[in-house]
């Protein structure tokens, strides 16, 4: 079914055909996620990665640990994220430093990091007052089809529980850090934060994980984080149409669900890598 005006689709009158018989063109029910699919350990020379599938959006992430001296924060490390989108994952993106949709989703990451405590900075300290572990999240998307806040931060998540640090020492004589890359150990990751995107038309009508033309179509868009616990990590919403608290109490409650299907599909790949090892 579609609807033209001089011979040009009319995208919104397209969707909304659909929403009003409580579905989507793609077939999913409008609090459907899309297929998710996850795979651990996918870059030889990182520390950690992870490659995510949601639909057609596909996220990578490689962490890569490097040894630095502290400064400012005596006995913590740092967690620096950074979010590529770049042109062969869509053409709405164009070469050159980075756009503002991936400052954005940097930040935003950044933000989930500190706010879910999913790391305690101080377990990254090597010896306290002068050496700590920085780990740096490259996180690239390789194809754009909406919703990539979701898919970036269970790339990051997954990453974070695949990374494994070589064992560092002091040596008391020289008091020169030793690194034994022959044994490693895995990061303490203390919560497992995981979101949920939504976006909303007409003002009233709530959908779950949208593709990249639902989310240009929508009057207003939301991505809520919550942990293993039922806590609230973090609530993104830029600009658009206000919500009501009833839709709002909908998201965290849609959230928290999809935080269990999450952690529930990293701990059987990680378990199943571990299995095959």
Not at 185 to 213: N, Q
């Amino acid at each position: 079914m579609t609807f033209t005006i001089t011979g040009k689709t009319v995208p919104l009158e397209y969707h909304r055909s659909f929403l009003k018989e409580n579905c989507r063109p793609d077939g999913r029910e409008l609090s459907e996620f899309r297929t998710t699919t996850l795979n651990i350990g996918s870059i030889s020379t990182a520390d950690g990665s992870a490659l995510v599938k949601m639909g057609n959006t596909t996220i990578i992430c490689g962490i890569k640990a490097v040894k630095a001296p502290e400064d400012s924060s005596p006995g913590k490390g740092y967690i620096v994220p950074n979010v590529d989108l770049p042109p062969l994952c869509s053409s709405r993106f164009r070469p050159g430093p980075p756009g503002e949709q991936a400052q954005a989703a940097s930040q935003f990451i950044a933000d989930v990091i500190e706010s879910s405590e999913v790391i305690k900075t101080e377990d990254l300290c090597i010896d306290r007052g002068k050496l700590c572990w920085v780990l740096y999240c490259d996180i690239m998307c390789l194809d754009y089809d909406g919703n990539i806040l979701d898919a970036c931060i269970i790339a990051l998540l997954a990453a974070l529980k695949n990374t494994q640090l070589p064992e560092i020492t002091i040596n008391k004589e020289t008091c020169t850090p030793e690194v034994n890359p022959a044994k490693r150990c895995g990061l303490h990751i203390h919560k497992h934060p995981v979101g949920a995107s939504f976006c909303v038309f007409d003002g009233s009508i709530l959908i779950v994980d949208p593709t990249a033309e639902e989310e240009s179509l929508s009057t207003s868009q939301l991505t809520v984080v919550t942990d293993e616990a039922g806590r609230l990590c973090s609530l993104h919403k830029p600009g658009g149409t206000s919500l009501s608290g009833e839709k709002l109490q909908e998201c965290i409650s849609r959230a928290t669900a999809r935080q269990r299907e999450i952690q529930k599909l990293i701990d059987k790949v990680i378990q199943s890598v571990k299995t095959a090892q």
